[in-house]
C-alpha cells in the first residue's frame, strides 16, 4: 500500500493544467498521469462520459484503481458506485471503508466549517 501512496505523492506538481491536456495525449503513462491529477474534473462535467473515459483511457490498472478511489473521495464519497470499479483489494476496502463512515469525508462536503456557539 505504501508503495501506491508513493507513486502518487510524485505528482503534486504538475505540468498539466487541464482535463482537456489530459485527453489530448496518447494512452500510455503520462495520460494515467495526467488523469489521476485531473481525472475529478471530468466527473464534475459529465459523471457518465467521464466513467467510460476513465475506463477505456487509462492502460496502467493501479493508475484505474487510484482514479476510482480519488472520484470516490473527492467527487462522491456518498456511494459505493466507484469502489465497485476497483480491483486492487487494498484499495477497495479502503474505498468501501470511506463510504460506510460519512464522517470521514463530511468536511470535504462544507464549504466552511460552522462557528461554535
Not at 482535463?19 to 489530448?24: D, M, W
Amino acid at each position: 500500500m505504501w508503495f501506491v501512496l508513493s507513486l502518487f505523492s510524485c505528482h503534486t506538481q504538475s505540468s498539466w493544467d487541464s482535463v482537456s491536456e489530459c485527453l489530448s495525449l496518447q494512452k500510455g503513462e503520462k495520460k494515467d498521469d495526467c488523469l489521476s491529477i485531473h481525472g475529478v474534473e471530468l466527473f464534475e462535467k459529465n459523471p457518465k462520459n467521464a466513467k467510460k473515459t476513465i475506463q477505456e483511457a487509462i492502460s496502467d490498472p493501479l493508475i484505474r484503481d487510484f482514479i476510482w478511489l480519488k472520484v470516490t473521495r473527492e467527487y462522491n464519497p456518498a456511494t459505493q458506485e466507484y469502489c465497485k470499479e476497483i480491483n486492487n483489494k487494498a484499495l477497495k476496502e479502503r474505498c468501501i471503508t470511506l463510504v460506510r463512515r460519512p464522517h470521514l469525508h463530511r468536511e470535504k462536503k462544507r464549504s466552511s466549517p460552522k462557528p461554535l456557539q
